[in-house]
């Protein structure tokens, strides 16, 4: 933050009128709130403010720029290199440790577990599969194969000989049989059958007329008889007795007795009911007036005696106090956010004077002193030491890497010697022939149509 080159704002005590185009701000008052009231504690109040605010203004800038130079130049560094130790740390502690466990310890056990394996089981394994395992299933199907056909070719000669017989011992015989022996025969029993089944229904005829008659004669008439001349006529004796004895005094006493008492009865209580109508409207419009009056008088009472006083006490003692009030607290509030800008540009101007003032002091020997002593030191220092050393420390580093990329190769040499000694030397892998693409023989000259129909004229 360079504080020397912006220039100092003009401070501007008057409101500026709105430009043209431009949106003026929100009244923060009901118009008609700019009284003699507010003119008359306005500017007082704003001295007060401004004298009052001023020094917290620039203690709270003091402090803002202290903190942001405490949080830039030594929190954030601090705490980026315990970031980095704690990082450097638990790297040792918790990550290095399993690293270097993972490549010098389990790889190296893993990949000779593996050649292990492979050397003790896999090779066996696939030998065994391929030399002895493969020729003695070969053997088991060719001889399966060769049981199988002799066994189908036993049962197609049993079956075609059993079908022979059955076709010879059973077949033909009950084929004779029936043509010559059960359909004969058959056809006698069906004729016969016949010429029975016609006698009998002729006789099963005459036998059911007869029956017929007899159940009829026994077990219909009668009923018949002594429903139609005994039983219907008893029935209509007793359906108009009936109808003389009870049906006929029963409707002359409906008609003569029951309904002129039940008209009167119905008449009577109409009467009844519209009297006692009439009395419950008469006393329900009495209560009712009473209770108009009643509520008058009580909200006439209620309204004198607690919404008047209210009324007043709010139109006349408590509105004007909370204007005034809010003409006070708005115009605190103003003075209040005057003097704040105006205590920062006042602040403003002393850092940038105490700036000034500390980069004439402090910063400009510190630049000299880091200018004309300690640079032409470094590159002494660096031109001198520095770059001898680290080139030292180079051609240390790469005569080093070279003796070990030598015994790494030493190492591998010997590991293949071993195998070789213990296993052989691997099978050169056989050179498959890679077809030549079809394409036009290579000519010294490119092939045109024009060359070829010279040639072609000139032979």
Do not use: N
């Not at 010879?168 to 015989?173: E, H, K």
């Not at 008209?263 to 009467?271: K, N, S, T, V």
């Not at 000299?368 to 770059?387: Q, S």
């Not at 050179?431 to 060359?451: F, I």
């Amino acid at each position: 933050m360079d504080l020397e080159k912006r220039p100092a704002p003009q401070v501007d005590l008057e409101k500026r009128p709105a430009r043209q185009g431009e949106q003026p701000p929100p009244p923060s008052a009901p118009p008609g709130a700019d009284g003699c009231l507010a003119v008359a504690i306005r500017i007082p109040v704003r001295i007060v403010v401004l004298v009052l605010v001023v020094p917290v203004r620039l203690v709270w800038d003091a402090l803002a720029v202290c903190g942001r130079f405490v949080y830039f130049k030594a929190l954030r560094p601090v705490g980026r290199g315990i970031g980095a130790v704690l990082t450097w740390l638990l790297k040792a502690v918790f990550v290095w440790p399993w690293v270097g466990l993972w490549r010098y310890v389990v790889v190296p056990v893993g990949v000779g577990l593996a050649w292990l394996g492979r050397v003790l089981v896999v090779v066996p394994a696939v030998w065994l599969y391929a030399r002895v395992l493969t020729p003695i299933g070969h053997g088991i199907a060719w001889l399966a194969r060769g049981i199988g056909a002799g066994i189908a070719a036993v049962a197609f000669g049993i079956g075609a000989a059993c079908a022979w017989l059955w076709r010879t011992l059973v077949v033909t015989p009950a084929m004779w049989l029936y043509a010559r022996v059960l359909t004969p025969i058959g056809h006698g029993i069906a004729w016969l059958a016949r010429v029975i089944g016609a006698g009998a229904t002729a006789a099963g005829r005459g036998i059911g007329a007869v029956l017929t008659w007899l159940l009829k004669a026994v077990f219909v008439w009668p009923w018949v008889g002594l429903w139609r001349y005994v039983v219907v006529p008893v029935g209509v004796g007793l359906a108009w007795l009936g109808r003389v004895l009870v049906v006929v005094p029963a409707v002359w006493l409906y008609a003569r007795v029951l309904t002129p008492i039940g008209h009167g009865i119905a008449w009577l209580a109409r009467g009844i009911g519209t009297g006692i109508a009439w009395l419950a409207r008469g006393i329900g419009a009495g209560i009712a007036w009473l209770g108009r009056g009643i509520w008058t008088v009580l909200a006439t009472l209620c309204r004198w005696v607690f919404v008047v006083p209210a009324v007043a006490l709010w139109r006349w003692v408590l509105a004007p106090v909370g204007r005034a009030i809010a003409v006070v607290a708005r115009e605190v509030g103003d003075a209040l956010g005057h003097a704040w800008r105006i205590a920062g540009h006042i602040s403003l101007v002393v850092g940038r004077f105490l700036a000034k003032l500390l980069r004439w002091i402090f910063v400009e020997p510190v630049r000299w002193a880091y200018r004309a002593v300690l640079t032409p030191v470094g590159h002494a220092v660096r031109d001198l030491v520095w770059r001898p050393a680290a080139a030292a420390a180079r051609g240390v580093g790469r005569t080093a890497r070279a003796a070990i990329a030598s015994a790494r190769d030493s190492v591998r040499q010997a590991r293949a010697d071993v195998r070789r000694m213990l296993f052989g030397a691997p099978k050169e892998p056989v050179p498959v022939p890679v077809p030549v693409a079809r394409r036009e023989q290579d000519t010294p000259e490119p092939r045109t149509l024009g060359s070829s129909t010279t040639a072609l004229m000139k032979d």
